[in-house]
């Protein structure tokens, strides 16, 4: 099963995107619908909801009056709080009895309004945001709502503005154009990408990365990094460290388009645990073998650790399982910092790389294994950690 979050602004049409997965084949958990059921005539959220509001809230059939409710909670962010406290835990249990009753093989949708304000993202295996130009959410909310314009605006403000949505997106759909625009999209992201990665992530198959080709830096990385490791950690658990490492961790470095994550464990024993089985589900299966890092100079003794993969297609990425403290480990640490601190050595270090890409593409990353000037560079690195006292 593959676990999606949808969200969006107020207006944005996120609606429409829903609509269109349900009718590719998506279950599609809708969180404002749930909002209404769990607060209909006779039920113990509506009870609760006027306990803290007032019949000021009730329509003259007893029913919720959504259009007063929300004429106070979005005035009033201590009263949008309250409201929240009464209302998401039953939204959420809901939705849990939804997601658990859809099938192993499914694409389960989560549309959420308020995803990335409550800081669900992690929970899914992909963020899917829609985006539109305030001006014309503004505008269908005046035509097809009827909403006031004052009005209109005060709920845009009170939900995550355009930046903070976008950082938490793994998929970003501009709804600026037509529905048949929007349709387009959303068609070719269900078959090329939500397809294959709810099968990767039902048959435990990773995305084995392309490390051939060297991609221009990418000012994105280190978001991209982010969302990953809220993931990991959040099926990690407890509060194990999460490192970016590799060449996409080093600002301005040409690098394969694969991001490294550096998980750190107590021992290897801690890794083949039930650890294994959490990630995979989050989306980040087990690579078979055995795994090692290259010894580098004077150490001649192999650096055992054990390695994940992404399974989604549409974003490469490792998970690297080392023993805190390990020399592996620390090598990670060490080689990212000093790459960072030192220009010319960052400019040496991505010239190498850039001689084996174009000599043995298909063998590039057992290049930085063996040659020679990475056991040099290690020795450089090594004196610079003792020269400016850095610790991992």
Avoid: C
């Avoid at 859809?102 to 409550?118: F, K």
């Amino acid at each position: 099963m593959l676990k999606v979050g949808l969200t969006g602004g107020i207006g944005s049409g996120k609606s429409a995107v829903a609509s269109r997965l349900a009718g590719l084949g998506a279950v599609v958990v809708d969180s404002d619908r749930i909002a209404r059921e769990i607060v209909a005539p006779g039920t113990e959220g509506l009870a609760e909801v006027v306990a803290a509001f007032s019949d000021r809230v009730l329509g003259p059939d007893g029913a919720l009056d959504r259009d007063a409710l929300g004429g106070v909670v979005f005035a009033d962010e201590s009263a949008r709080r309250r409201l929240e406290a009464i209302t998401h835990p039953r939204v959420r249990a809901r939705a849990a009895e939804l997601v658990a009753a859809a099938p192993a093989d499914a694409v389960v949708v989560n549309d959420v309004p308020l995803l990335v304000e409550v800081g669900l993202a992690p929970t899914y295996h992909l963020v899917l945001v829609v985006q539109t130009a305030v001006p014309t959410r503004l505008a269908r909310l005046s035509r097809d709502r009827g909403m006031d314009p004052a009005e209109a605006e005060r709920r845009i403000a009170a939900q995550a503005d355009d930046a903070r949505r976008q950082a938490a997106a793994d998929v970003l759909l501009t709804n600026d154009g037509t529905l048949a625009d929007l349709h387009g999209a959303v068609d070719d992201l269900w078959r090329d990408r939500l397809l294959p990665y709810e099968r990767h992530v039902r048959e435990r198959r990773a995305v084995r990365p392309d490390r051939s080709t060297l991609a221009e830096p990418d000012p994105t990385w280190a978001e991209q990094y982010a969302r990953l490791a809220a993931r990991i950690r959040h099926a990690a658990g407890g509060d194990l460290r999460v490192d970016h490492v590799g060449s996409t961790a080093v600002p301005g470095l040409s690098a394969p388009d694969v991001i490294d994550v550096q998980l750190t464990v107590p021992s290897l024993a801690e890794a083949d645990g039930p650890l294994a089985d959490r990630l995979a589900e989050a989306g980040f299966p087990r690579l078979p073998g055995e795994w090692w890092d290259a010894p580098r100079r004077p150490d001649r003794v192999h650096w055992a650790k054990r390695v994940h993969a992404g399974a989604d297609p549409g974003r490469p990425a490792v998970v690297h399982l080392r023993a805190a403290g390990s020399a592996g480990w620390r090598h990670a640490l060490l080689m990212r910092d000093h790459l960072r601190a030192d220009p010319a050595r960052r400019a040496a270090y991505l010239q190498v790389k850039r001689d084996l890409v174009a000599t043995a593409p298909e063998s590039a990353e057992q290049g930085t294994l063996t040659d020679p000037w990475f056991d040099e560079e290690h020795l450089r690195a090594e004196k610079w950690a003792a020269q400016t006292g850095w610790r991992p």
